[in-house]
Nanobody
Protein backbone atom coordinates (compact mmCIF):
# COMPACT_ATOMS: atom_id res chain seq x y z
CA UNK A 1 0.00 0.00 0.00
CA UNK A 2 1.22 3.47 -0.88
CA UNK A 3 0.28 6.60 0.99
CA UNK A 4 0.63 10.04 -0.57
CA UNK A 5 0.42 13.20 1.51
CA UNK A 6 0.38 16.65 -0.07
CA UNK A 7 1.44 19.86 1.63
CA UNK A 8 2.30 23.42 0.71
CA UNK A 9 -1.05 24.77 -0.39
CA UNK A 10 -2.41 28.09 0.77
CA UNK A 11 -3.58 31.55 -0.17
CA UNK A 12 -1.41 33.65 -2.47
CA UNK A 13 -1.88 36.79 -4.54
CA UNK A 14 -1.88 36.67 -8.30
CA UNK A 15 1.66 36.63 -9.61
CA UNK A 16 2.95 34.85 -6.53
CA UNK A 17 4.47 31.41 -6.08
CA UNK A 18 3.86 28.25 -4.11
CA UNK A 19 5.64 24.92 -3.93
CA UNK A 20 3.58 21.82 -3.31
CA UNK A 21 5.14 18.67 -1.92
CA UNK A 22 3.92 15.09 -2.09
CA UNK A 23 5.50 12.72 0.41
CA UNK A 24 5.17 9.03 -0.36
CA UNK A 25 5.43 6.08 1.96
CA UNK A 26 5.00 2.38 1.45
CA UNK A 27 6.29 0.77 -1.69
CA UNK A 28 9.22 1.71 -3.90
CA UNK A 29 8.67 5.36 -4.74
CA UNK A 30 11.55 5.42 -7.19
CA UNK A 31 9.64 3.07 -9.51
CA UNK A 32 6.52 5.22 -9.50
CA UNK A 33 5.42 7.66 -12.15
CA UNK A 34 4.02 10.71 -10.34
CA UNK A 35 1.51 13.31 -11.36
CA UNK A 36 -0.29 16.40 -10.15
CA UNK A 37 -3.95 17.02 -10.88
CA UNK A 38 -6.33 19.76 -9.80
CA UNK A 39 -10.05 20.18 -9.36
CA UNK A 40 -11.81 23.51 -9.21
CA UNK A 41 -15.36 23.84 -7.82
CA UNK A 42 -17.90 22.53 -10.29
CA UNK A 43 -15.24 21.22 -12.65
CA UNK A 44 -13.72 17.84 -13.38
CA UNK A 45 -10.33 16.86 -12.07
CA UNK A 46 -7.69 17.71 -14.66
CA UNK A 47 -4.09 16.84 -15.36
CA UNK A 48 -1.53 19.48 -14.44
CA UNK A 49 1.89 17.83 -14.68
CA UNK A 50 3.57 14.43 -14.69
CA UNK A 51 7.07 13.07 -14.18
CA UNK A 52 8.54 9.68 -14.99
CA UNK A 53 10.06 7.45 -12.34
CA UNK A 54 13.57 8.63 -13.16
CA UNK A 55 12.64 12.31 -13.44
CA UNK A 56 13.95 12.30 -16.99
CA UNK A 57 10.61 12.92 -18.65
CA UNK A 58 7.98 15.49 -17.78
CA UNK A 59 4.69 16.67 -19.23
CA UNK A 60 2.48 19.68 -18.56
CA UNK A 61 -0.99 20.90 -19.33
CA UNK A 62 -0.92 23.77 -21.80
CA UNK A 63 -2.45 26.07 -19.19
CA UNK A 64 0.57 25.76 -16.88
CA UNK A 65 3.48 25.38 -19.31
CA UNK A 66 6.24 27.84 -18.56
CA UNK A 67 4.84 28.61 -15.10
CA UNK A 68 4.83 25.27 -13.26
CA UNK A 69 7.67 22.79 -12.81
CA UNK A 70 7.32 19.22 -11.60
CA UNK A 71 10.28 17.44 -10.03
CA UNK A 72 11.06 14.60 -7.67
CA UNK A 73 13.68 13.55 -5.17
CA UNK A 74 13.71 9.76 -4.98
CA UNK A 75 16.08 9.82 -2.02
CA UNK A 76 13.41 11.71 -0.06
CA UNK A 77 10.41 9.86 -1.54
CA UNK A 78 8.94 13.23 -2.47
CA UNK A 79 7.53 14.86 -5.58
CA UNK A 80 7.18 18.60 -5.98
CA UNK A 81 5.20 21.11 -7.99
CA UNK A 82 6.72 24.56 -8.18
CA UNK A 83 4.05 27.03 -9.21
CA UNK A 84 5.09 30.51 -10.34
CA UNK A 85 3.15 33.43 -11.83
CA UNK A 86 -0.02 32.11 -10.28
CA UNK A 87 -3.36 33.24 -11.66
CA UNK A 88 -6.83 33.25 -10.08
CA UNK A 89 -7.82 30.49 -12.49
CA UNK A 90 -5.22 28.24 -10.85
CA UNK A 91 -7.41 28.14 -7.75
CA UNK A 92 -8.29 24.51 -7.04
CA UNK A 93 -7.65 21.54 -4.83
CA UNK A 94 -4.39 19.99 -6.00
CA UNK A 95 -3.88 16.24 -5.80
CA UNK A 96 -0.76 14.19 -6.28
CA UNK A 97 -1.05 10.74 -7.78
CA UNK A 98 1.26 7.82 -8.34
CA UNK A 99 1.55 4.44 -9.97
CA UNK A 100 4.31 1.93 -10.56
CA UNK A 101 5.19 2.47 -14.21
CA UNK A 102 8.14 2.83 -16.54
CA UNK A 103 6.12 5.32 -18.59
CA UNK A 104 5.23 8.92 -17.99
CA UNK A 105 1.51 8.95 -17.22
CA UNK A 106 -0.84 11.83 -18.04
CA UNK A 107 -4.33 10.35 -17.74
CA UNK A 108 -6.33 10.40 -14.53
CA UNK A 109 -7.47 6.81 -15.07
CA UNK A 110 -3.87 5.58 -15.26
CA UNK A 111 -3.09 6.44 -11.65
CA UNK A 112 -3.88 4.11 -8.78
CA UNK A 113 -2.79 6.03 -5.71
CA UNK A 114 -4.02 9.47 -4.68
CA UNK A 115 -3.35 11.94 -1.93
CA UNK A 116 -6.05 13.76 0.00
CA UNK A 117 -5.49 17.06 -1.78
CA UNK A 118 -4.30 20.50 -0.76
CA UNK A 119 -6.15 23.75 -1.41
CA UNK A 120 -4.53 26.47 -3.50
CA UNK A 121 -6.31 29.80 -3.63
CA UNK A 122 -5.04 32.65 -5.80
CA UNK A 123 -6.55 36.05 -5.14
CA UNK A 124 -6.76 38.77 -7.78
Amino acid sequence: QVQLVESGGGLVQAGGSLRLSCAASGRTFSRFAMGWFRQAPGKEREFVAGVSWSGGSTAYADSVKGRFTISRDNAKNTAYLQMNSLKPEDTAVYYCAGRASVRLLTQLSEYGYWGQGTQVTVSS
